[in-house]
């Protein structure tokens, strides 16, 4: 780990606009050891990944950025609770094969309220 990788710090959120802007600059994908997952800073590289839902997927966000002490796990085991919320029809198991098309649906209702014109028009 090197760079804007190794500065990278998750949760501390105080003042992440300077680091954020040298990674988009030096280091525009990295991977973060701390929570495991890559981190992508530029608006193209964003953009690109959400259109490719076949290669690039969310299902594991819904599992914790830290592990669990093991007396909470066991708890969560013992009722057989999941890591997904259950909130996206794609996490639950019991949907098989229910995946892009559904969530693009899912989505499609409250993104038209999202487009840049309706959020510059909003009064501040």
């Given at each position: 780990?090197?760079?804007?990788?190794?500065e990278f710090r998750p949760f501390d959120i105080a003042d992440p606009f300077a680091l954020y802007a040298r990674a988009r600059e030096e280091e525009p994908v990295f991977f973060s050891a701390e929570i495991?997952?890559?981190?992508?800073t530029r608006?193209?590289?964003v953009h690109a990944i959400f259109k490719d839902p076949a290669t690039f997927s969310s299902e594991n966000t819904q599992a914790p950025y830290r592990q669990r002490p093991a007396a909470v796990q066991r708890v969560l085991d013992e009722g057989d609770f999941r890591a997904y919320s259950g909130l996206s029809p794609a996490s639950r198991p019991s949907t098989p094969g229910c995946g892009g098309s559904s969530r693009r649906r899912s989505r499609r209702g409250g993104s038209r309220r999202w487009t840049r014109r309706s959020v510059r028009s909003r009064p501040r």
């Amino acid at each position: 780990m090197h760079g804007v990788a190794r500065e990278f710090r998750p949760f501390d959120i105080a003042d992440p606009f300077a680091l954020y802007a040298r990674a988009r600059e030096e280091e525009p994908v990295f991977f973060s050891a701390e929570i495991g997952f890559w981190v992508v800073t530029r608006y193209e590289d964003v953009h690109a990944i959400f259109k490719d839902p076949a290669t690039f997927s969310s299902e594991n966000t819904q599992a914790p950025y830290r592990q669990r002490p093991a007396a909470v796990q066991r708890v969560l085991d013992e009722g057989d609770f999941r890591a997904y919320s259950g909130l996206s029809p794609a996490s639950r198991p019991s949907t098989p094969g229910c995946g892009g098309s559904s969530r693009r649906r899912s989505r499609r209702g409250g993104s038209r309220r999202w487009t840049r014109r309706s959020v510059r028009s909003r009064p501040r």
